[in-house]
């Protein structure tokens, strides 16, 4: 701050001086910014240290700062140890890899991450042999496998896993099975029998059936018996490879019987992971596994779920479609409708339905979200239950769930039901009728978040809705299947996206509009959604949207089927638009006109909307004029080569601004597009010899500015 005499003084300045004395305070506080700066320098000491004699080559430059070399130099060796390797892989190895290994023993943290990465890097690359090299690699890996920090652990556990991939059969078994055989007994630690678990899951699809059941099953069975519950889970998780690993039968005698007593363990983690793995597996399974072993096995699971275990619930019901799909062929008649059942069980969870509406029950906080997380995966998983149970059914089966997921009071819940409504439109054919109700009552929904799902794919849902079968669209005689209030609903969506701040949800919504001639009549359109365009392209201040409103109407014009109301929407076009008071409006017609001479004939355009345009040329707005000269090129290839008027009038445009225009960046581009309409032959070299005039002109003009400057 100022002190108090230097405020007065300030006061009294005349402007100059104040903005000279406010520059003199600008520069004096830059001073305080100097200070930690030069505080950050390197000293001469330093700057020493870090100097590295210029005739070492880079594996020697290697090899000394490794040796000697600060901290930041080590990492910076260990970062580029790829780039050595591709250079100079025998030298790299045989000099360099040794004094890493020799680093990383005292290494912190962030230099074992990178040294990780490198190796990584090193064993994913094509040019170098890995063979040649594995072991001393490999040693590096399995020593700072068990590092304490569990992020460096886990990095030096990836960086092996990716080596299996690389890795002979042989080494494998001797380099990496053989530790492995000591670090899954329970004197290792916790971490470390859970790499065990991975690199199990990661090195049985290396191996011969026989080595896998003599060698590594024993070891396997050891770790889904583990005392502590994250190694039986993790263990559990590889089960799936080992599987396809050692193929059905083995699977059966082997596997199955230690995931039902996974499935079935005390800790939820561990029932989880069995549950992701059965469903995982079901197609492994027979028909006779399926309906005596795996039925009774899930349908436990499910129950237990369901009176308590929230936290697996969640997961179950994400995982419901893909389960009942795996098992339905296997399924009786009572198995199916338990499922079904169940389902519908799931999708209620957490709520009372009273007077067809549902609300949420009074429960704490973190449960409440956990239920609608699990209506929010039933909602997700609708579509795949709507096959389950035969679209012919939905009516008596399903009906009234699906109305109870679009209707549910969680938006995240009506957000996903709203998401896959495409799907479930074209699941039920036919049929779709059932469902006109909640289209509307998602078009109407409070929450901007669902409707933004619904339109992603509300297009098709709108024509597969109205659509009485094949041919039926806006040039067709067929007639649509009427949705009641589905008119209201759509404009109440439109002004409410336009209410909100998210200018996106509208535009989109605007560009879905496009649809509308193949989904409602003629006239619906002409009363309900053509003045309210209008009023959008005049008054709305987002760009994006208005451009887009320009586009539906065009489309909306395009399909018009009635001549008297296609002449007053044109005429209402030039009114409001060509002639509009504002220069934003004039604007927008030309993006009309963009878009007009892509939907309709060229005929059609020079004969309704090629002169307003033309007429542009005298408008007092450069902005406008610019963008007419752009658009020229454009305009020209509408007008055929026998209309002679036409042309005479884009010529006289073209001419009248090679005479008049004064704004720069109007004649840069007139210029541009000058010479490319002459290329094409599309003006006479009457013009070209205005414009060759102009330049002279300028050229005249600036002789004359340096005859007059004082030397």
Not at 129 to 158: F, K, P
Not at 319 to 326: D, N, T
Not at 444 to 472: K, P
Request: proline share 4%.
């Amino acid at each position: 701050m100022h002190p108090p005499e230097r405020q007065m003084f300030v006061r009294k300045m005349t402007p100059s001086q104040s903005s000279l004395f406010g520059e003199i305070d600008d520069l004096q506080d830059l001073t305080f910014i100097e200070r930690p700066i030069r505080r950050s320098l390197k000293t001469a000491e330093e700057i020493d240290k870090l100097t590295v004699d210029e005739d070492l080559n880079d594996i020697e430059r290697a090899v000394y700062l490794l040796s000697s070399g600060e901290d930041v130099q080590q990492a910076s060796v260990i970062i580029n140890l790829p780039i050595l390797v591709r250079q100079n892989p025998a030298e790299t190895f045989r000099r360099v890899v040794p004094k890493v290994r020799e680093v990383l023993h005292v290494a912190g943290a962030d230099m074992q991450l990178a040294a990780a990465g490198s190796f990584l890097t090193v064993l994913q690359d094509d040019i170098v042999l890995i063979q040649t090299h594995t072991h001393s690699i490999l040693q590096i890996v399995l020593l700072n496998l068990d590092h304490r920090d569990t992020v460096v652990s886990n990095a030096w556990l990836e960086t092996l896993l990716s080596a299996i991939d690389a890795l002979p059969k042989d080494t494998i078994r001797q380099e990496i099975l053989s530790p492995l055989l000591l670090k899954h007994q329970l004197s290792q630690s916790v971490p470390a029998r859970l790499a065990s678990c991975r690199i199990l899951g990661k090195v049985v699809g290396k191996f011969e059936t026989s080595i896998v059941k003599k060698d590594l099953l024993p070891l396997i069975r050891s770790l889904c018996q583990d005392v502590e519950y994250e190694v039986r889970a993790c263990m559990c998780r590889q089960l799936e490879n080992i599987t396809r690993g050692i193929g059905l039968d083995h699977t059966k005698v082997e596997v199955l019987p230690e995931l039902v007593e996974l499935a079935q363990d005390e800790a939820s983690t561990v029932r989880l992971a069995a549950f992701d793995t059965i469903i995982n597996l079901l197609e492994m399974f027979d028909s006779d596994d399926r309906t005596c072993v795996i039925f009774p096995l899930v349908k436990a699971f499910c129950e237990k779920c369901f009176k308590g275990d929230e936290a697996v619930l969640a997961s179950l019901s994400f995982q419901y479609g893909k389960l009942c799909h795996g098992l339905s062929e296997s399924f009786t008649d009572e198995q199916h409708l338990w499922f079904l059942e169940f389902y519908k069980k799931l999708c209620c969870l957490g709520l009372q339905h009273e007077n067809g509406h549902c609300e949420s029950q009074p429960y704490p906080l973190e449960l409440e979200n956990k239920y609608a997380l699990v209506r929010r995966n039933c909602a997700y998983n609708f579509p795949a239950i709507v096959l389950y149970a035969d679209p012919n059914h939905f009516l008596s089966e399903l009906y009234r769930t699906f109305s109870s997921l679009c209707h549910d009071p969680e938006i995240s819940v009506r957000r996903t039901a709203a998401g896959g409504f495409h799907e479930v439109v074209k699941l039920l054919g036919p049929n779709v009728h059932y469902i006109h109700k909640e289209i509307i009552a998602l078009l109407q929904d409070d929450s901007l978040e669902v409707l933004d799902a619904l339109l992603n794919n509300i297009q098709e849902t709108l024509e597969l809705a109205t659509s009485r079968g094949e041919g039926a669209g806006p040039e067709s005689k067929v007639p649509q299947v009427n949705i009641p209030d589905l008119v209201p609903a759509l404009v109440a969506a439109e002004q409410k996206a336009a209410s909100s701040l998210h200018w996106r949800v509208h535009e989109k919504l605007l560009q879905c509009y496009s649809c509308l001639p193949r989904v409602i009549s003629g006239d619906q359109i002409y009363f309900r959604f053509f003045q309210r365009m209008f009023s959008i392209i005049t008054t709305n201040n987002v760009l994006p949207v208005q451009r887009e409103t320009v586009r539906t109407l065009c489309v909306f014009l395009r399909y018009n089927r009635k001549q008297e109301q296609r002449q007053e929407i044109i005429s209402k076009i030039k009114q409001e638009l060509a002639q509009g008071r504002s220069y934003w409006n004039r604007l927008r017609y030309l993006d009309l006109c963009e878009m007009t001479i892509d939907l309709f004939s060229k005929s059609y355009f020079c004969k309704h909307f090629l002169i307003p345009a033309l007429e542009l040329v005298n408008d007092p707005v450069a902005n406008v004029r610019y963008k007419l000269c752009y658009m020229l090129p454009k305009l020209r290839s509408t007008i055929k080569a026998t209309d002679k008027h036409l042309l005479q009038q884009l010529e006289f445009c073209v001419r009248k601004l090679l005479c008049r225009e004064k704004d720069k960046d109007v004649v840069v581009t007139l210029r541009k597009v000058s010479l490319s309409l002459l290329k094409c032959g599309h003006i006479s070299k009457v013009l070209v010899e205005l414009l060759d005039q102009k330049k002279e002109k300028e050229e005249t003009l600036l002789l004359e500015m340096v005859s007059d400057l004082p030397f």
